[in-house]
């Protein structure tokens, strides 16, 4: 979900999904997310770590994280995908203090008492509401339905233990390899070394980090280093050869192509769009 001219601060979807949809395209946005599956199991890969995902679990995201969702099989979905920014939740903020605010992402996934669902799920509905609009006050409604919403997450973290990522063997061992990549990025290594590492063949790491992570394992290290590059491009004054090398690339050529592929646009183009010259 992309926030659109019309909604610049906030959005909000429940859908329905087939067994083996999964996310197009993985990304990452100047914005939160909160992500809840009202039935179904999904698999969310989050910067580099995988979350096996059930009923009832509230994904939540923080703004700039890498992720795409995929599917564990033998079922239909239902989710809800909610996001807000940084000017939305403001006044919160403010009041809650920033350090308090961040405590909502202290872990990634929440698994929601089933005594405490009816709760959430008739907060979200209501958030759809007010979001649909009912009359003029559905504004002011609709953001405090929301701040009631991330304070009971707040409290959640603080109340009990949340659920923690994948339990299946084969989920942690592709968790750590896209650790590793995440980690060393800046290195070439090829799809046999890679795999020999974790000792599965090529064909069958490969085929397990995609259906794990959404991503092949060459993909996943490009995106990982273009991210990277869009740090040192609004950061640094490096030039673009630079940045290339700094990211783990030995051809600009390629660098420049791998970048418009994902952003859209080329290097400087990028750089020059968010006002650094």
């Known amino acids: 979900m992309i926030l ?3 909604k610049k601060e906030f959005d909000i979807t429940q859908v329905k999904g087939k067994a083996y949809a999964e996310m197009k395209d993985a990304h990452y946005h100047p914005y939160y997310e909160f992500y809840y599956l009202l039935s ?9 770590t ?3 995902v059930k009923k009832g679990d509230l994904i939540v995201i923080p703004k700039g994280e890498l992720h795409r969702t995929t599917y564990i099989g033998g079922d239909t979905h239902e989710r809800i ?6 000017a939305f939740i403001e006044p919160l903020i403010n009041d809650l203090g920033i350090d308090i605010f961040k405590k909502c992402f202290d872990k990634r996934q929440i698994s929601i008492p089933p005594n405490r669902r009816e709760y959430i799920e008739e907060l979200f509905g209501k958030i759809i509401r007010e979001h649909n609009g009912i009359d003029m006050y559905s504004g002011c409604m609709l953001t405090v339905y929301v701040y009631e919403l991330i304070l009971f997450v ?11 990522p994948a339990d299946d063997i084969g989920d942690n061992v592709i968790s750590e390899a896209a650790k590793f990549i995440s ?3 800046r290195q070439d290594f090829s799809l046999a070394q890679l795999s020999a590492k974790y000792n599965m063949s090529p064909s069958y790491f490969s085929r397990k980090f995609k259906l794990c992570t959404g991503f092949g394992y060459k993909e996943y290290l490009v995106t990982v280093r273009i ?5 040192l491009l609004l950061n640094t004054d490096l030039s673009i050869t630079q940045i290339a090398e700094k990211c783990g690339f030995e051809d600009s050529n390629y660098f420049g192509d791998c970048f418009k592929k994902i952003k859209g646009m080329s290097p400087r183009e990028y750089r020059k769009a968010n006002g650094v010259v």
């Not at 995908?81 to 940084?86: A, E, L, R, T």
């Not at 991210?227 to 740090?231: K, S, T």
């Open 40 to 48: 179904g199991t999904r698999r969310i890969f989050i910067n580099d």
């Open 4 to 6: 659109s001219d019309k």
């Open 154 to 164: 707040l409290r959640c973290h603080e109340n009990a233990e949340a659920v923690y």
């Open 81 to 86: 995908v909610m996001v807000f920014s940084d």
């Open 183 to 185: 980690g060393n990025f």
């Open 227 to 231: 991210i990277e590059a869009c740090r």
């Open 50 to 52: 995988i979350y096996s």
